[in-house]
């Protein structure tokens, strides 16, 4: 079997910045500037429509959608959600993956106060703005026999990171293709502060009616860490008063690592994917150790069973009562050594 083979690019794909302390009149003259648009949602809103949240995709052809939060009670602020690929570039980039310059991030400001003239916030600059998330991305690009589905089912049927908890996947139809995990939120009223997700980009970009010809013939498995302020602060290394530039070129820096760092809790294995037969009759063969060959097929055996491999590692803990987590390691570095994965080909 010839090696499939496979390209990587690297880079950030969403940045949010945001404006706070508005007044809330302040917000109203923004809503009601872009009514007219048509192109304004309301997504969250109390009885009465004064506390609200809404979605703005007027200026999605230039790589921005706003998120508008107005509030007589909180604070009113506007985040705005850029592509900066596509706003640097002027046209719409589904797949290019930015990375940061001086000179982008000086022009991307400079667009950006375009922008706020359009909205009214005469008194508003770039500076003003907090970054409060950034999407650190790889694309990884395959030939024609590299299909990205099976990557992600790797993903779904591997270890959720600790601390993480699987996001249910609500557009199964129109995209089955995508597996998403999020860090557990200590305070119910916060978002989780890391969302780790992996798709087939090319099926989104089809899904969603924004398909370039010219990706026609490609397979793109797409992996974002999407990090809300203090997630990207802690685990960049960042102080707080860091400027803009400094923030997203250590994202860009430290991306590629971070991915792996990800890709690699939640599929730590270099073994082959093969079926569950020809799996288990290598771990009957090579593993002389009745005890530790039992554990392997009882492992191998739940995963295949459609089991994640957490869950799976889970039942094996209840099943061998003596199993910690030292010996799900040694378990789990024996498939290596076999040259195989837990995870077995899907039944036809």
Not at 293 to 321: N, P, V, W
Request: hydrophobic share 30%; glycine share 6%; with cysteine.
């Amino acid at each position: 079997m010839s090696k499939v083979k496979i390209s990587k690019t690297y880079g950030i794909h969403t940045i949010e910045l945001y404006l706070k302390n508005l007044k809330y009149t302040e917000v109203q003259k923004v809503i009601e500037r872009l009514m007219d648009s048509g192109e304004i949602y309301e997504t969250k809103s109390d009885y009465y429509n004064i506390d609200r949240h809404l979605k703005c995709t007027y200026f999605v052809e230039d790589g921005i959608r706003l998120r508008i939060y107005q509030s007589h009670n909180h604070s009113n602020g506007i985040g705005f959600v850029i592509n900066p690929s596509t706003l640097l570039s002027g046209k719409y980039q589904p797949v290019k993956l930015w990375i940061p310059t001086p000179e982008a991030v000086d022009e991307l400001q400079k667009r950006l106060s375009i922008v706020f003239d359009m909205l009214g916030l005469d008194s508003v600059h770039s500076t003003d703005l907090s970054l409060c998330q950034m999407d650190v991305t790889l694309n990884e690009w395959g030939d024609s026999s590299y299909d990205p589905v099976t990557k992600i089912r790797q993903f779904r049927k591997g270890i959720i990171p600790k601390g993480f908890e699987v996001i249910p996947n609500k557009d199964k139809k129109l995209n089955p293709y995508l597996f998403m995990v999020k860090s557990k939120r200590k305070n119910s009223k916060k978002s989780s502060s890391v969302i780790v997700k992996a798709y087939d980009k090319v099926h989104e970009l089809k899904t969603n009616h924004r398909y370039p010809k010219k990706l026609k013939d490609e397979n793109i498995l797409r992996f974002e860490v999407s990090m809300k302020r203090e997630a990207f602060l802690k685990k960049l290394g960042l102080n707080r008063d860091a400027s803009l530039y400094e923030m997203l070129r250590s994202g860009y820096d430290q991306g590629e690592a971070l991915i792996a760092d990800y890709q690699g809790k939640m599929y730590p294995f270099t073994g082959e994917i093969v079926s569950y037969e020809k799996a288990k009759k290598t771990i009957q063969e090579k593993v002389k150790d009745d005890l530790l060959q039992g554990q392997i097929l009882y492992l191998l055996k739940k995963t295949s069973d459609s089991a994640g491999l957490s869950t799976a590692t889970r039942k094996l803990k209840e099943h061998y009562t003596h199993v910690d987590d030292r010996q799900i390691k040694k378990i789990f570095a024996q498939f290596d050594k076999l040259g195989i994965s837990p995870i077995t080909l899907p039944k036809k």
